[in-house]
């Protein structure tokens, strides 16, 4: 039942995916508008919200249950190889409950991001996951552990203005991730979000 419920789950995250691709993929640049030179270091924030589900190992949490999260902050810090491709760290994360606690699900992931039109980019790599107690709601010996995994992303945006190198992008995001609790427990986590990106 589970394993059909996170089947449902991620071919509805993949079609909003696809959609979104899609969409921005039937932009066209059929005005005279010169398209961007992008060069050097590269730096964002985003903000948005969508939905996360966990499941844990040891059964207090499962799958069945997806809940509304923001994402915030969101950052990511790069270096364009050239005005199509860039290498980038970055850094998304969602807030979840977990026993009355507030934690935070994120991750730091060396990842490649690809312009495939002017204004629509897509992005994605695998990293480090991270399952933290949120900054505001720790407490000692209760909500202060913090465990290490994998995740791996996947993200598509669409620039909706730009101004020199200034760019306000929509953007979705997909991450997967496991993380490694004490005796032998693990936790796996889905986040999906939409967001407004401010980049430079």
Not at 40 to 49: D, K, M, V
Not at 139 to 160: H, K, P, Q, R, T
Request: charged share 20%.
């Amino acid at each position: 039942m589970r394993s059909i419920k996170k089947q449902v789950l991620l071919k509805r995250i993949a079609l909003t995916l696809l959609f979104m691709s899609n969409m921005a993929f039937a932009q066209n640049n059929s005005n005279n508008e010169t398209l961007s030179q992008r060069s050097g270091f590269i730096f964002e924030f985003a903000l948005g919200g969508g939905i996360i589900s966990i499941e844990d190992s040891e059964g207090l949490q499962t799958f069945d249950k997806a809940q509304g999260a923001i994402s915030f902050p969101e950052f990511k810090f790069g270096y364009m190889l050239n005005d199509k491709l860039a290498i980038t760290a970055s850094m998304p994360g969602m807030i979840y409950e977990f026993q009355d606690n507030d934690r935070h699900f994120g991750a730091l992931i060396p990842s490649v991001q690809y312009w495939v039109k002017d204004r629509w980019w897509i992005y994605g790599g695998i990293g480090l996951a991270i399952d933290a107690p949120a900054l505001y709601d720790i407490e000692d010996n209760l909500n202060d552990d913090w465990n290490f995994g994998c995740a791996v992303m996947a993200s598509s945006g669409y620039e909706i203005y730009k101004k020199k190198n200034f760019a306000l992008n929509m953007q979705s995001k997909l991450v997967l991730g496991r993380a490694f609790l004490e005796n032998d427990v693990e936790r796996d986590a889905v986040t999906f979000n939409v967001g407004l990106g401010f980049s430079w």
